[in-house]
């Protein structure tokens, strides 16, 4: 069974710092990359972050370049989102993404995890 859970989102003041996690089972995790969108209320879901099947390779939106981080522990099977100088502008729900390398049609996805920025 494909599983992917996120965890660690939250309320967090402008400014701060917080970072999402995302524990993947019931698949190859090595063999897909992994990414993180966000939904904000009202509006579509972003592209985030992407990182490579080997991590070696991370793609960023625009407007978090410089502030967000993804990496993954492909031992551990599970990717991370490390948020800093956070903006009231990222706050949303955050998905954590599994598409396999060779065959896009193998997609999963999270049930996301709310990130609220605010004082």
């Known amino acids: 069974q494909v599983q992917l859970v996120e965890s660690g989102g939250g309320l967090v003041q402008p400014g701060g710092s917080l970072t999402v996690s995302c524990a993947a089972s019931?698949?190859?995790?090595?063999?897909?990359?992994m990414a993180w969108y966000r939904q904000a209320l009202g509006k579509e879901r972003e592209l985030v972050a992407r990182?490579?099947?080997?991590?070696?390779?991370?793609n960023y939106a625009d407007s978090v370049k410089g502030r967000f981080t993804i990496s993954r522990d492909n031992g551990k099977k599970i990717v991370y989102l490390q948020m800093n100088s956070l903006k009231p502008g990222d706050t949303a729900v955050y998905y954590c993404n599994a598409r396999n390398v060779v065959d896009w049609r193998y997609e999963y996805w999270g049930q996301g995890t709310q990130v609220t920025v605010s004082s």
């Open positions: 990182v490579s099947s080997s991590g070696s390779v991370t």
């Open positions: 019931g698949f190859t995790f090595s063999n897909f990359a």
